[in-house]
């Protein structure tokens, strides 16, 4: 028999923040709302400048070639937080310039080692909401 749970908010019965799950293998928890991703974003900058789709980003800033700062929606606890990417195949590498709690800031660069557009890049940060 499945079971289904259907609920709009979940809360920690001690700590309203934190949920505590059995990890894989049984043998520790891990800390729900640590594992989710509390910013994602999916953009491209070659031709035209467009948020393809993202979750908690109020808006993109084009900061020159290749450039792009992710603003967010909702603020980071502190510039701590741990952000990853990956631009479209054919491209160099991607660069991250700077982090604040309230932006992530990267740069794409070509095959050249010089800052360009990217067909598409992907960026998404872990870390505490403030």
């Given at each position: 028999?499945?079971?289904?749970?259907?609920?709009?908010?979940?809360?920690?019965?001690?700590?309203?923040?934190?949920?505590?799950?059995?990890?894989?293998?049984?043998?520790?928890?891990?800390?729900?709302?640590?594992?989710?991703?509390?910013?994602?974003?999916?953009?491209?900058?070659a031709?035209?400048?467009?948020?393809?789709?993202?979750?908690?980003?109020?808006?993109?800033?084009?900061?020159?070639?290749?450039?792009?700062?992710?603003?967010?929606?909702?603020?980071?606890?502190?510039?701590?937080?741990?952000?990853?990417?990956l631009?479209?195949?054919?491209?160099?590498?991607?660069?991250?310039?700077?982090?604040?709690?309230n932006?992530?800031?990267?740069?794409?660069?070509?095959?050249?080692?010089?800052?360009?557009?990217?067909?598409?890049?992907t960026?998404?940060?872990?870390?505490?909401?403030?």
């Amino acid at each position: 028999m499945t079971s289904k749970l259907v609920l709009d908010n979940l809360a920690g019965r001690t700590t309203a923040g934190s949920i505590a799950v059995v990890a894989e293998g049984n043998g520790t928890t891990t800390n729900l709302q640590q594992g989710l991703a509390k910013s994602w974003c999916n953009y491209t900058t070659a031709s035209s400048f467009v948020n393809n789709d993202s979750f908690n980003v109020g808006s993109l800033t084009d900061a020159g070639a290749g450039s792009c700062k992710m603003n967010f929606s909702n603020n980071f606890n502190n510039d701590d937080y741990s952000t990853t990417g990956l631009q479209s195949v054919g491209a160099g590498q991607l660069g991250l310039n700077a982090q604040e709690t309230n932006l992530t800031w990267c740069i794409s660069y070509n095959t050249s080692n010089a800052a360009a557009d990217s067909g598409e890049t992907t960026m998404t940060a872990h870390g505490d909401l403030a």
